[in-house]
Each structure stands twice: as C-alpha cells, then as structure tokens.
C-alpha cells in the first residue's frame, strides 16, 4: 500500500508539474496569433512566462507587448492546466524570406490559369493533363466556405484577402495555397458539418499562415543548388531560384493536391487549426472522431488519410494527437 501511494503521489505531481526535471521539455516554434490573458498563443499552445523564463530577440516579459503576427521559438515545460510555462522564448519580426516573393507569383500564375480555364488540373507522370474538377468562384457552397474563412482567419491577417473556390470533386480534399487562394472539394462540403468542415479549412489555413510550401520549396531549391548553397553564393540561389519559380511554383499548387507536406509541417496544421477553430467558436472535439470518418473512407495508411495523401501520421495517431491537444488546451 505504501509502495501504491508512493508511486500515485509522484504521478501526480508529475501531472501538476510538481516535480522539477521529471518532465520533459517542449520546444514549439510558429507565429504570436492570439492573446488570452497572460498567456501567449503560439503554435497552438497557450504560453506563459515565468522569472526564469530567458527572453531573447524582441521578447519582453510582457507578453502582450509582443505583436501578433511575430515569429515565436518557445522551450518549455508544461504545467497543471496544459500551460507552456517558458524556459526559454524568442520573439522577431516576420520579414520576406527567400523565395517567399517568387512562390507567391507563380501560384497567382496558376490560379489564373486555373480561372481563365474554368478548371482545377494537374499533370501525370506521363505530363498529360488531368482534370481534378471545375472550378466555382461563386454560389451557396463558395459563400459557406467564405463565411467559415472569415471567422477563423487570425487577427493579424486581413480575411477579404483570401480568396475562395470550390472543386467540383467528390472526393474529401481542400488546399490553402502560399498567395491566399483557398479551393474546397465539394464532396468534402456535402458530407460534413460546418464544425468538421472549420476544423479542415483551420488545417489548410495553417499551411498559408506558417509558410509551409515556401519552407518545403526553399529546401527543394537548397537541395537542387547544394554546390551553391555550401559556396555561400547567395546571389546564384537567389538567381536560380526566381528563374525556377515560375516553373516549380505551378508544379507546386497541382501536387500538394496529391503529394502533401511533411509530417512535422502537417502535425502543426493540425494544433494550429484547431486553434484557429476554436478561437473562431467552433466545436474543435470533433476534431478526433473526423480523421476516424477519413480513415474509414479511405483506410488507415500514412498515404491515404489527410487532405493532401502526404507524408502524415495514420489516422488514428492523428485522432490521439488531437485528443491531447484538447485534453492541455482546450477543457
């Protein structure tokens, strides 16, 4: 009996963050989106500052005085209440990246042509054009997509800047791209709740807002001009990669339908637009029981359950990662 009490008084002071150095620390890194009270809201988590915490860069120890659309890299440990108590927190200005001007020009090439033609499309291996459906620029189902947009769009972002489509595809799909154009499958918007469908709009939205196709394109440049990159010669990559940008950025747009993102970047859309749901006042615990509806339509294989088909967590290892998400920052 002792032995029991022993050891259920150390998991609780485990679980209240009693225990100095039991609990290991969490490092997150994304954008400061929201303020609620004391606590920061970055990469999804709700963070606080201690008189340990170390501030570097723009940081203070007044966390509101931080502008929302910053940079954040935070290393902590969590508390009782799912609080990121801070070790260590950075915080900078989000200046133009490379590349970043570049990619965005080739998808408002390609959502142009996408436009002028009427039709969302993509080329096969063999680079035969294939159709993945036509594209609706207005009607019920693009004014229910705008209206969900507008509510989970973050603060420090203008909403009447994205720009909204739906895919006449009945397959369950939806993509947010680097320059604001959004497109929606309609089988994903006829067979889900406004709920299930915010949950959905919040994942892709997190890839625009976080930059993930710029940072999975700069690392595709980076790896094809390596002898460059390793000679410092940032002239040649910044050259090279405008010259590539017309011709990758389309390429881009079409296979993130397919391809998808990395799973560290997926797993990030994943908190941050649940974030982005339930700061808007949608009903983010639908969020586990959603990916069992994508695992049961399309099975449960890395490749067969998110939006893109990408390099992702099954779906049940999504649904337990959402369900931890809710259970530190949402109860």
């Known amino acids: 009996m002792r032995r029991a009490g022993a050891a259920a008084l150390a998991f609780g002071l485990l679980a209240l963050g009693g225990v100095p150095g039991l609990q290991a620390a969490e490092k997150h890194e994304g954008y400061a989106e929201f303020q609620r009270g004391d ?8 963070v606080r500052v201690g008189a340990r915490t170390r501030f570097k860069g723009s940081a203070t120890r007044d966390l509101s005085r931080i ?5 954040v890299k935070v ?28 990619l965005v020009e080739s998808f408002n090439q390609t959502e142009k042509q996408y436009r002028d033609e009427g039709a969302v499309f993509e080329e096969d291996d ?14 019920r189902a693009v004014r229910r997509v705008r209206s969900i947009v507008e509510r989970l769009c973050p603060p420090y972002l203008t909403p009447g800047d994205f720009r909204v489509y739906v895919v006449d595809n009945k397959d369950w799909n939806a993509m947010a791209a680097p320059n604001r154009s959004i497109y929606v499958y309609s089988g994903l918007l006829n067979e889900m709740n406004d709920d299930e469908v915010a949950i959905v709009l919040g994942h892709e939205l997190s890839h625009a807002t976080h930059e993930h196709s710029r940072k999975g394109y700069k690392k595709q440049i980076l790896v094809m001009l390596g002898s460059a990159a390793v000679a410092g010669a940032a002239e040649e990559i910044d050259g090279t990669g405008k010259r590539l940008g017309v011709q990758l950025g389309a390429l881009l747009l079409g296979s993130a339908l397919t391809s998808g993102y990395g799973r560290d970047q997926e797993d990030q859309a994943d908190r941050v637009g649940l974030r982005y749901a339930y700061e808007a006042g949608y009903d983010v615990e639908q969020g586990p029981t959603l990916w069992e509806r994508f695992a049961k339509k399309y099975g449960d294989d890395n490749k067969a ?9 099954v779906a049940k290892d999504r649904a ?6 809710l259970d530190l920052n949402y109860r």
């Open 39 to 46: 606590a920061l809201i970055v990469d999804g988590q709700r």
């Open 320 to 325: 337990r990662n959402l369900r931890r998400e």
């Open 75 to 102: 290393t902590g440990t969590r508390l009782g209440d799912g609080t990121l108590l801070a070790d260590e927190l950075e915080a900078k200005p989000n200046g133009s990246a490379l590349f970043e001007s570049d």
């Open 126 to 139: 063999e680079g035969e054009r294939v159709e993945l459906g036509r594209l609706e620029e207005s009607g």
């Open 67 to 71: 502008p929302l659309g910053y940079e």
């Open 305 to 313: 359950v998110n939006f893109f088909f990408g390099d992702h967590s």
